[in-house]
Every structure is written in structure tokens, then in C-alpha cells.
């Protein structure tokens, strides 16, 4: 079976510091994973993913986000927050066996404040 | 591109009462998939679709029903709502099967139960 674990359910950072949203994942095979935002009212939207093409993804908006085998983790990071940034982050696996149809399976997500 | 279009965006539904939520894409997408989505719990699997005639059951698939006859719409259908399933409903969509393919959204449609 595979999962996501999103610690904190809730974060606040001032604006210009350091955004670190945590995510541990369990998978019995190599995953597949992938950081999604929702800001508020709207539906979610694709920020990265990570394909085993390098453990240092980048995405959009100046995030990134570091696959570590040895610590089960897809922690996602940003330099310095941005106002703008205030949303609700969640953490997704991709169901990578076969008859899964690649499903994806969501944390319960980490809603990110931004202080002035 | 308009991508995924969700209506309506609210609804208020009586016990027992029936609702059809409505999904479409524009993007020739083979992969369609309902959420929904509950405060602390993440978003939830209801049923997905790999192709046209093709559905299948996600991790919380009581009370709902699919069909899929066309490769651009995916309904969801409520029979008999009840107050356990007041949440936002997520309509998603991507270009097929694989593990890596990107998942587009749809804006959400807000359902309460009364």
C-alpha cells in the first residue's frame, strides 16, 4: 500500500522567510510524487512532481522540492515567502503498480498563513 | 482551452432528494476522476474512468454513481443525497493511465445536505 503523511496541518511564516512544508511518503515501490496548491475557492493545481529524473525538482511560483529515499521524504521549500503564497498545500503518491491506473492518493494537506 | 468545467458551482439539496453534478473537459483527456473533499481529510477517490464505457470505483464510492458515454463529459450522480455527503466535489482529468502524467482540476463544486 502507498501513502502520504503531511506533518502540521498548519503553518505561518513572515513574509520573506523560509516556506518548508513536510511530506513522508510509504510506498513498497519506487513512487511517484507530486505537490499540488489549492488557493482558496479555486481547484487545485500542479506546483511539481518528481519522476525519478532528478532528486532536486523544481517548480512553479519558486518552489522546490528534494526526493530523499533514505528519509521517505518530499519535503516542499521555498526562500522567502511571498504574500501570495497563503493556501493550502497538499502532498500527493501516484498509485504505481499495475491494474492502478496511476490514482492518485492525497495528504490531508498543510494551509500555509503569510504574516506581513 | 477552457480545461475541466464544473457546474453548478453551489448546490443545496434536501435528504433523499437526487442531483446530477456536472464534469467536462475540452482536452481530449482518456482520464477522468471524481474527488471529494472534506476539512482535515484531504481529497478522497470517489470513482474514475480510464475511457469512454470505462468506470471503476475509487476509495469512497457509496452513494454515487458515473457513466462515462463520452470521452469529454464525466456526471456524477447523488440518488438519494444524505448530510454525510455535504463536501466540495473536485472533477479531475489527465491524458491517460500513466504514473507521471499531470493532473488538471476542476474549480469545485460546493454541496450541502440538509
Known amino acids: 500500500a502507498q501513502s502520504v503523511t503531511q506533518l502540521g496541518s498548519h503553518v505561518s511564516v513572515s513574509e520573506g522567510a523560509l516556506v518548508l512544508l513536510r511530506c513522508n511518503y510509504s510506498?513498497?515501490?519506487?513512487?511517484?510524487l507530486f505537490w499540488y496548491v489549492q488557493y482558496p475557492n479555486q481547484g487545485l493545481q500542479l506546483l511539481l512532481k518528481y519522476t525519478s529524473a532528478a532528486t532536486l525538482v523544481k517548480g512553479i511560483n519558486g518552489f522546490e522540492a528534494e526526493f530523499k529515499k533514505s528519509e521517505t521524504s518530499f519535503h516542499l521549500t521555498k526562500p522567502s515567502a511571498h504574500m501570495s503564497d497563503a493556501a493550502e498545500y497538499f502532498c500527493a503518491v501516484s498509485m504505481n503498480y499495475g491494474g492502478s491506473q496511476g490514482n492518485l492518493i492525497f495528504g490531508k494537506g498543510t494551509k500555509l498563513s503569510v504574516k506581513p | 482551452n477552457a480545461g475541466v468545467t464544473q457546474t453548478p458551482k453551489f448546490q443545496v439539496l434536501k435528504t433523499g432528494q437526487s442531483m446530477t453534478l456536472q464534469c467536462a473537459q475540452d482536452m481530449n483527456h482518456e482520464y477522468m476522476s471524481w474527488y471529494r473533499q472534506d476539512p482535515g481529510m484531504g481529497l478522497r477517490l470517489i470513482h474514475y474512468s480510464v475511457g469512454a464505457g470505462i468506470t471503476d470505483q475509487g476509495e469512497v464510492p457509496n452513494g454515487y454513481n458515473v457513466s462515462r458515454s463520452t470521452t469529454e463529459d464525466f456526471p456524477l450522480r447523488l440518488l438519494s443525497a444524505a448530510p454525510s455527503q455535504t463536501s466540495v466535489y473536485f472533477c479531475?482529468?489527465?491524458?491517460?493511465?500513466?504514473?507521471?502524467?499531470?493532473?488538471?482540476f476542476g474549480p469545485g463544486t460546493r454541496l450541502t445536505v440538509l
Open positions: 479531475a482529468s489527465r491524458a491517460g493511465t500513466g504514473y507521471t502524467d499531470t493532473q488538471y
Open positions: 510506498s513498497s515501490v519506487p513512487p511517484y
